[in-house]
Each structure stands twice: as C-alpha cells, then as structure tokens.
C-alpha cells in the first residue's frame, strides 16, 4: 500500500528555502500561507457578499497556477469578483472589455514601424500583466478568443516569430454569460479547456442582500478596496502548493475519474489529459488552503465539478433528457470507488506525511 512515507524528492524548485519538504513546509503551509490567505479572502468577502465558497475556489485557483471561468446571468457580480480578487493582490491588473468588433492584436500586442530607429518596436497588449480581467468573454468572435490560447497554456506570446514571456504570477479571471444569451459566441472546447475551474456565483440569499443594500447603497467598496498581499507573497505560497504531496491511490483516483468522463455514455467529449492536471494542482491548492501539506480524495471530490464539468459536451439524447454535465460528473463521483485511508501517525515531514490509501466503495456525497 503506498502512503505519505514514499515522498522523496517530491516539490518544486525552493522559493524560501523549501528544499526540506519537513518541518519547513509546515510552517508555512499553516502560518504564512493561511495569514496571507486570510487576509485576500477577508479583502474579497468585503465586496462579495455571502458567497463563501466561490471566494475559497477563487483563491484556490489562484495558488494552483490556473485560469478562472465565471459563467452566470447578469447582475449578480461576475466583474465585481474578479476585480476584487485582482486588487487584493498588489501586481500589475488589466481588464478588457470583449466586443465583438475586438481585435486579437487589441489583446496580445502588434509590432509598429518607428521612423526614428528605422526599425519595428513592439507594443504589448493588455494581456502583459499579472492579473488579466477578461469581462464577457463569450461576446468577441472566437478568433480573438483565440489569441488568449497560447498566453494561457504556454505564459507567453508569439508575435512575428518573436516570443515574449508574460509576468509571474498569471491568471486569467473571465466572466461570461450563459450561451443562450443574445449576442454571445459559444467558447471553443480550446478554450474552455484551459480554464482551470469554472464557477457559478448565483443569487445571494435575502440576509446577503439586505447587506448588500447597506454596504453598496452609496460607494461602491471596490473604491477603498487596498491590496493586502504582494504577488512576491503570491509565488511564495505557489511554490509551497507544488510541494504539496498527493499519494499515488490519490493519483490513481484522479485519473479514473477523468477517465471515467471519456466512455460515459451521456457524453460525446470527455475530458482531457489536461484536466486531469488541472484536478490535481487544484486539489493541491485545496490542502494547503486547509492547512495540510498532503491532498485527500475529499479535495479530488470537492473540485470535480468546477474543474471537469465545463470541459464535457453531452449527448444529443442527454440534452433532450435534460441532463447536465454537472450531473453526469456527480454520477461518476458517486460510482467511482474511494481509495480508503489507512492509519495514519501524528506530524509532518519525512516519514509521518500523512495516510495511505487502499480502495473501498464509493460514498455519496
């Protein structure tokens, strides 16, 4: 049975001192990395009212390296979400309003002829910062769409052979409305791929409404809103997250689970090799915003919808049955067994990690 103990040389590369992934770790995955975190939820549940858990994913997205897709009708604070979460943050913040007459040179930059140098100088776009606010994606033609693809997978852009890299941290946080929405243009399977998560911020219920009128009734608290980490601050807790250790029956069950979407019967796209990555960085970011150094198959669990589901195509049959992708990845988690935890010892560090895992049935959520 293979358990924490197997760890070896598992982490990324040291950003304070996390060659020992002990002791070190621990301290700050439960100190720094929840006082920091504290403080940019605290910073975002000041604008977002009662909407815990879209705030905690966020976040989590955020220290998994991943891309940010949230998809609701409008009015209910898609833009007021990302532009909380992007000035909680002290880096570089830059919003772009998606039309349909928008440009892909207006998003990854063009290269202008200079008369003085006699020669072209390269102009970037707004996609040049640390946090891109991409507001109603879904309303500019896919192929601006398009021109986020490589910035989102590869960091980086491309323009007349020449390569430009992109700031680190970087996160894309989009907003769009659903698809049967007039005006709107139906995302790429491309594209939604590359979202990390995408998330539904909903209707507050009547008390986070009433709140709402008394705290946004005159100035809007995006205007005061100060940031309350740095993006140094941010790498450092990124590289904590990728030292995060996931035992291989944790592994293993995420890849079923992906592949599990592949063969369905209600589905004609399953998700991608991608998303099993995707799951598994994010269940990452899940522990560590916990406060432990290793991932649970509950982390898996928690984020399978918002990390699979907008990446599945159903059937035509599915879709005349109603059946929802949500649904169908709810049914495979149900149906999916459960490694089971073996005995696990008190601590952290190099021989007490955490449990191991065997398999037992599937539990209902």
Not at 73 to 87: D, E, F, H, N, S
Not at 160 to 169: F, I
Not at 236 to 255: D, F, G, N, S
């Amino acid at each position: 049975m293979t358990t924490y103990d197997d760890r070896g040389s598992h982490g990324g590369p040291p950003a304070r001192d996390f060659s020992r992934v002990g002791d070190d770790l621990t301290a700050v995955v439960g100190d720094d990395l929840t006082a920091v975190v504290e403080r940019v939820r605290d910073s975002v549940e000041a604008v977002i009212e009662g909407k815990p858990e879209v705030v905690r994913l966020s976040l989590t997205v955020l220290l998994a390296e991943g891309h940010l897709l949230i998809e609701d009708v409008p009015g209910v604070g898609k833009t007021m979400l990302a532009k909380a979460l992007a000035r909680s943050i002290d880096c570089s913040v830059r919003r772009i309003q998606f039309t349909p007459d928008l440009l892909p040179s207006d998003i990854t930059g063009v290269s202008i002829w200079d008369q003085q140098r006699q020669d072209f100088e390269f102009k970037p776009g707004a996609i040049f910062a640390q946090v891109v606010i991409g507001d109603e994606i879904n309303r500019a033609s896919p192929k601006t769409q398009s021109a986020l693809l490589e910035s989102m997978e590869e960091r980086q852009v491309t323009i007349d052979g020449k390569t430009y890299e992109l700031p680190s941290p970087f996160m894309v946080v989009a907003t769009q409305n659903p698809v049967e929405m007039e005006g709107t243009y139906p995302l790429p399977e491309a594209q939604r791929d590359r979202f990390m998560a995408r998330v539904s911020v909903g209707y507050p219920s009547a008390e986070a409404e009433l709140q709402m009128l008394d705290v946004h009734g005159g100035v809007s608290p995006l205007e005061d809103l100060q940031p309350v980490a740095h993006a140094h601050e941010i790498l450092k807790l990124i590289e904590a997250v990728r030292a995060v250790h996931v035992a291989e029956p944790v592994r293993r069950y995420t890849v079923e689970l992906v592949a599990a979407t592949r063969t369905h019967p209600d589905l004609r796209l399953g998700a991608s090799p991608r998303a099993t990555l995707h799951l598994l960085r994010a269940a990452k970011a899940s522990a560590a915003l916990s406060g432990r150094e290793y991932a649970l198959p509950d982390d898996v669990q928690a984020l399978a919808v918002a990390v699979l589901a907008h990446r599945l195509l159903p059937t035509a049959q599915a879709q005349l049955n109603r059946r929802t992708a949500e649904q169908v990845v709810q049914e495979i988690l149900q149906h999916t067994p459960v490694p089971a935890a073996a005995p696990q010892h008190n601590g952290f560090g190099p021989g007490r990690g955490g449990p191991g895992y065997g398999q037992q049935p599937p539990r209902r959520l």
